[in-house]
């Protein structure tokens, strides 16, 4: 009996490292389908910005209340992984509890403490589910969101709540089987929660106990298998790329923008045609001017994609969308991951991309959505793992200027302006100083 | 009072203290002018030896590249850098926080390397060091002011604290607003929303931001933006409240509270 059950153990963590890392390995290839940006210098000021963003968890903390409830969950993920680990082993090694003669007073201590950050995470995400649910809080229910991603967050706290009742249950059935001596139960400190609950258990008998402490214990870890292959599918890969997400983040102040090198070029040697190097046939093709497609982002604006959890600090902070403009600086990351989604499947089709005859602008993010941007920084700002919409929406609209002519006609003329009066405004260039001879007079 | 350009200077083999880039808004927009002329005068009056540019100054490109347009960003940056490198320009003040991120954050990949330095930021600095001395009692003391970070000088970088030292040394009741700091709500006139219509919505941003301000039941809006205060008036008058509520720029408060 116990060999199948550990067969069946090895089997199905097999099963579920290795369905994980395939999809994994899809991941990073499509994030690796953005152009090349290098982005590994100052590692002191990267780790600096793990350590208090990701670990830390500081943005978080400008709304204070999901920020505390948030980290109870994000404590508890982190912390009861130890307990996983001697699940992982007994299961793997058919034993029960193995860490209880290694680790004695200890022991009790630490699943007492697990089981106070399981409830805590318990509770939390009930508070969440109350959030999204009852009270309809504005950036958990606004349109984007409609359909699969409020399902996804749904499933997500579900699994939560259900993963951790099963973690507390197995605890209290495993202290009643211990009370009555029974073979393999080996006896412990009494756990801090869960002890207090076994009379709730006492009349079942020793038999219906050992199958729900069994039922719970499989039941727990193989929700964990499968919630762990849910992830990639799912806005909750944020606590896996989180991290490096806040390691990668962009060092430059905020109301820098990137520059075109290619552009700065074309310009200087215009201006100065000695600069101008020989016409190289090797040269690599030019890129187009501006991201079109998810491919002609950079490879971080796509793991942003991938690391974005849909929480909306962003969309409330945004100057737009709170004047109800269609932009919505999640959606934009929201339509660049699903973008990137339907490439990679055509790539795992077709060996290479084929064109779709689609592309991130226009068929996903539309013209006025991308107009409406001020460039303030809100959204950048508001994100807690260090996600730049900005940084998306400022090549998008590179694209629409430099490469359609796509622009409104008051920036034509403001361009226009700009060209031949060195003002966005139709003033005589003469004109410029007229306010220095007024108060010369 | 005379205000001499780059070329003077150089004509007698001089370099001022600091070059004062007025921008477009400050040089051509009636409202924004008034702003230039009031810091030209604190420099004036505190002997800070100064240039401008003059009719050499050009746009500096931000309204372009933030619209998408980064050929026309790039042919008036080399323009701007090779003026100010022929100049040999070390040191720059504006009055405009666009004008100062580009050149303080964009110009330098370019190839042009200058100390910017934002106006609130100097003027800051000038009263520190008792460069600029202060009227006992001025038109400002005890009034009730808000405060409104511009994005670029705010979330842009990190300037937060400057602006607002000013703003104590005119002994104001400093209000601030519900979005203040790094939460600091836009005017609607950046990524040059300035020069178009804005897209479809419930409300207008300035609309919105004005609102917020003239809730604090400040009689002034303190700006340190030629567009924040073109924006912040426009939404001041929407809401009828011209009469009660004035945004002024920052400069022009310290120009009214000048000690003889």
């Known amino acids: 009996m116990h060999l199948i059950q550990q067969l069946l153990f090895i089997l199905f963590a097999g099963a579920a490292i290795y369905f994980f890392a395939k999809k994994v390995g899809e991941i990073r290839r499509n994030i690796k389908l953005g152009r090349d940006e290098d982005r590994t210098d100052n590692s002191s000021a990267r780790w600096?910005?793990?350590?208090?963003?990701?670990?830390?968890?500081?943005?978080?903390?400008?709304?204070?209340?999901?920020?505390?409830?948030?980290?109870?969950?994000?404590?508890?993920?982190?912390?009861?992984?130890?307990?996983i680990l001697e699940i992982f082993l007994d299961g793997i090694l058919g034993k029960h509890r193995m860490f209880v003669p290694m680790l004695g007073g200890l022991y009790s201590f630490l699943i007492g403490f697990f089981e106070i950050l399981g409830a805590l995470v318990l509770i939390s995400c009930l508070i969440f589910l109350v959030r999204r649910n009852i009270l309809h809080v504005k950036r958990l229910s606004q349109h984007e969101l409609d359909g699969w991603p409020k399902t996804d967050a749904n499933l997500i706290l579900i699994t939560e709540v259900v993963l951790m009742s099963l973690f507390l249950t197995m605890n209290t059935a495993d202290q009643v089987l211990q009370s009555r001596g029974v073979e393999h139960y080996v006896v412990t400190e009494p756990f801090w929660i869960t002890s207090n609950f076994t009379s709730m258990l006492s009349g079942m008998s020793t038999g219906s106990l050992i199958a729900l402490e069994r039922s719970c214990w499989w039941l727990h870890i193989v929700g964990v298998f499968l919630f762990l292959n849910y992830l990639p599918y799912s806005k909750h890969l944020h606590i896996v790329l989180a991290f490096p997400n806040a390691y990668y983040t962009r060092l430059d102040p905020q109301g820098e923008m990137s520059n075109m090198k290619e552009i700065q070029n074309e310009v200087l040697y215009m201006m100065q045609p000695e600069l101008a190097p020989a016409a190289d046939p090797n040269q690599p093709q030019q890129h187009r001017f501006g991201a079109k497609d998810v491919m002609d982002l950079s490879w971080k604006n796509l793991m942003d994609a991938y690391s974005c959890t849909e929480c909306g600090r962003c969309t409330a902070s945004c100057p737009a969308n709170i004047t109800g403009k269609k932009l919505s600086p999640r959606k934009i990351m929201m339509d660049t991951r699903d973008r990137l989604e339907e490439v990679g499947k055509n790539v795992d089709k077709n060996k290479s991309f084929v064109d779709d005859g689609k592309s991130l602008v226009h068929d996903y993010i539309t013209v006025e959505e991308l107009r409406a941007c001020t460039t303030c920084q809100a959204c950048v700002e508001a994100c807690p793992v260090g996600i730049e919409p900005l940084s998306i929406i400022n090549q998008l609209r590179r694209y629409l200027v430099m490469e359609e002519s796509n622009s409104p006609q008051e920036w034509n003329l403001m361009f226009g302006n700009v060209e031949n009066n060195m003002a966005p405004w139709k003033f005589s260039p003469d004109e410029r100083d007229r306010w220095a001879e007024e108060i010369s007079a | 009072m005379k205000i001499k350009s780059m070329a003077e200077y150089a004509a007698n083999g001089e370099n001022p203290e600091v070059l004062f880039w007025v921008g477009c808004a400050g040089s051509f927009d009636q409202r924004a002018q008034k702003i230039t002329k009031?810091?030209?005068?604190?420099?004036?009056?505190?002997?800070v030896q100064f240039a401008i540019l003059g009719k050499e100054e050009k746009c500096t490109g931000d309204p372009a590249r933030r619209a998408g347009n980064e050929f026309l960003f790039q042919m008036m940056a080399y323009n701007n850098i090779q003026t100010l490198n022929g100049y040999g320009v070390k040191k720059i003040v504006t009055a405009c926080p666009h004008c100062f991120n580009i050149l303080k954050n964009e110009y330098p990949e370019l190839g042009g390397n200058y100390e910017v330095i934002h106006h609130t930021t100097f003027l800051q600095q000038l009263i520190n060091d008792g460069r600029v001395r202060l009227k006992e009692g001025g038109d400002f003391k005890g009034k009730k002011i808000t405060y409104h970070d511009s994005c670029y000088l705010g979330r842009g970088n990190n300037i937060y604290e400057a602006p607002r030292e000013v703003l104590q040394a005119l002994d104001v009741e400093l209000v601030e607003m519900k979005r203040c700091r790094t939460n600091?709500?836009?005017?609607?006139?950046?990524?040059?929303?300035?020069?178009?219509?804005?897209?479809?919505?419930?409300?207008?941003?300035?609309?919105e931001r004005s609102a917020e301000a003239i809730d604090t039941g400040a009689t002034i809006i303190a700006a340190n933006c030629p567009f924040c205060t073109t924006m912040l008036t426009d939404g001041v008058k929407n809401k009828e409240k011209e009469d009660s509520v004035m945004v002024m720029d920052i400069a022009e408060m310290v120009a009214r509270s000048l000690a003889d």
């Open chain 1, 48 to 83: 600096r910005n793990v350590l208090l963003q990701a670990f830390g968890q500081k943005k978080m903390f400008k709304k204070p209340t999901p920020a505390i409830l948030h980290f109870f969950v994000y404590a508890g993920f982190i912390i009861i992984n130890i307990e």
């Open chain 2, 38 to 47: 009031a810091f030209a005068q604190i420099l004036d009056k505190v002997g």
């Open chain 2, 184 to 207: 600091g709500l836009c005017c609607g006139a950046g990524g040059a929303q300035m020069f178009k219509e804005e897209e479809k919505g419930d409300t207008r941003i300035n609309f």
